[in-house]
């Protein structure tokens, strides 16, 4: 049987470990890879070991799935670029923004092409360890009922987990990923930096670290966040937390401002179970 062939343009860390995995599990043929430069391109096509770089997007032949991982700023452009050289072949496009729509691909449609979007929820620092970690990823997926059902399919053939995201609330849903995720890694950085103000050795930082945050996670996953939380804050001791803050404040003003406003989030969350007033509930 033939299979269905994937063309990716913006081969980054996201698309690198997309392509890598649906090599790994065989059922689709990755085709051509267009990067920023031909250099990029060759390089990704090394790494997910199949498909052939090209220079540009008239270049690509064409294919019955094309992912466009870009940044979200570009997905627009590419996707009129794309409209502009593409055949008039029906195909399914993809991008990867877990903040924009799939209809941020609008330009296709000319081209009776299906849109979708799917977004997996898995920190991609590296692709050669994402590819290892995709196994189970949870992916977010928005677009065409049609385009839905083929992209849903792929993303279980490769690993994942499909579940539907409503466009409406797609910006809410990204900023969740981000608090959950990122902001996290802000915050560990400046846990670091703070230990190490107050002279405590590097090796013993790493430690503290990495204790405290597996140990956080397991509760967080056991207990739910407002049983899990600790801390002066939803103690209420505001007297230590207001000392506190002013100590982080002279050393790093940034940091403690935000050791203040979170603090006021986790006294709440700890007192009514919801870090929002309760008058917005």
Not at 5 to 23: A, F, S
Not at 71 to 84: G, N
Not at 219 to 230: D, E, F, V, Y
């Amino acid at each position: 049987m033939t299979k269905r062939k994937i063309n990716l343009v913006g081969p980054g860390k996201v698309g690198q470990t997309l392509m890598r995995r649906i090599v790994m599990a065989g059922e689709y043929e990755v085709q051509d890879v267009a990067g920023r430069t031909a250099q990029a391109a060759g390089l990704a096509v090394e790494f997910i070991g199949a498909g052939t770089a090209v220079s540009a997007i008239a270049d690509m032949r064409p294919a019955d799935f094309w992912f466009l991982t870009v940044s979200d700023t570009q997905i627009a452009a590419v996707a009129s670029l794309l409209a502009e050289s593409a055949s008039s072949r029906r195909s399914i496009a993809v991008h990867c923004s877990g903040f924009l729509p799939a209809a941020e691909m609008q330009p296709l449609r000319s081209l009776e092409w299906r849109l979708a979007s799917v977004h997996p929820l898995l920190t991609f620092a590296d692709p050669a360890i994402a590819v290892g970690q995709f196994e189970g990823t949870l992916c977010g997926i928005d677009g065409d009922a049609d385009a839905i059902v083929a992209v849903e399919a792929l993303v279980r053939g490769i690993g994942g987990q499909p579940f539907s995201l409503n466009s409406e609330y797609k910006a809410i849903y990204h900023a969740a990923a981000v608090f959950s995720n990122n902001f996290t890694v802000v915050l560990q950085a400046v846990a670091r930096e703070a230990w190490a103000r107050a002279g405590i050795p590097q090796e013993i930082i790493e430690q503290l670290n990495a204790h405290l945050l597996s140990a956080t996670t397991e509760n967080i996953t056991k207990l739910g966040p407002a049983a899990a939380l600790t801390g002066p804050a939803a103690r209420g001791d505001l007297r230590i937390v207001a000392q506190q803050e002013a100590a982080v404040r002279s050393w790093h003003p940034d940091a403690g401002r935000i050791y203040g406003e979170l603090s006021i989030l986790a006294g709440r969350l700890k007192r009514t179970g919801t870090t929002r007033p309760m008058s917005g509930v």
